[in-house]
């Protein structure tokens, strides 16, 4: 009998609890979410819904109160940061809202430094990288150089540097134009093509049309 292969993320009953003064707030209450490898999933809802907590609990940057977080078919959550920080380091890559490049080093030195930090023995294919997210005369750029679609796709190609199982992206698409965003959409297609599971939080039509599932949040919960 063949065990099937475990699923590239999985998260379990995930809740998430903060505190404003005296008053608790519930981002998440039992969400669950299965993320197969090849597969695109949209996560919609309206602000404040839940979308990037559920985000950082996939990706192990936050530790939920209860439930479990699974990264090909380890647990992720409530570990030593270490611990978290390696198995990011070896199955993600990771687009936040607020973009994921270094001010201070050119597009190509953000490349490299992701590689170097995560201590991956696959090698760096830089120049075929950058030419496939459309960037490979703006290498020497930095991130005050570019414009929002090529900023966008440079913190995609960082992300992907080291050919991750999953690709976890925040509103990647929120600042740029319809013609950039068909672009990074493209990129991300081509991920799913590689056999990457994909997770993107969304407001965007758009980016829920490319997707193969698209998961809605209300009040911290998965919508039937």
Do not use: W
Request: hydrophobic content about 45%; overall charge negative.
């Amino acid at each position: 009998m063949i065990t099937p292969a475990p699923a590239a993320l999985e998260a379990k009953e995930l809740y998430r609890f903060f505190h404003a003064g005296d008053e608790e707030v519930i981002a998440l209450r039992g969400v669950s979410l299965t993320v197969d490898p090849g597969e695109m999933v949209a996560v919609m809802g309206p602000s404040g819904s839940g979308k990037s907590t559920l985000l950082s609990c996939l990706a192990g940057l936050d530790d939920p109160e209860g439930g479990t977080v699974r990264v090909a078919g380890r647990v992720m959550s409530r570990r030593p940061e270490q611990e978290r920080t390696a198995l990011r380091a070896r199955h993600m890559g990771i687009l936040v809202q607020s973009g994921n490049l270094i001010e201070h080093l050119s597009v190509a030195a953000n490349a490299r430094v992701a590689h170097r930090l995560a201590r991956t023995p696959k090698p760096l294919e830089l120049t075929a990288l950058l030419e496939r997210f459309g960037l490979g005369g703006r290498s020497g750029a930095y991130p005050s150089q570019l414009s929002g679609g090529e900023a966008v796709r440079a913190g995609l190609a960082v992300a992907v540097v080291n050919r991750p199982d999953i690709v976890i992206a925040d509103e990647p698409t929120a600042e740029i134009d319809r013609k950039a965003e068909s672009q990074v959409l493209e990129l991300l297609r081509g991920e799913v093509e590689r056999g990457v599971a994909v997770v993107v939080a969304t407001h965007s039509a758009s980016v829920a049309d490319c997707a193969d599932r698209v998961v809605q949040l209300i009040d911290g919960r998965v919508a039937e």
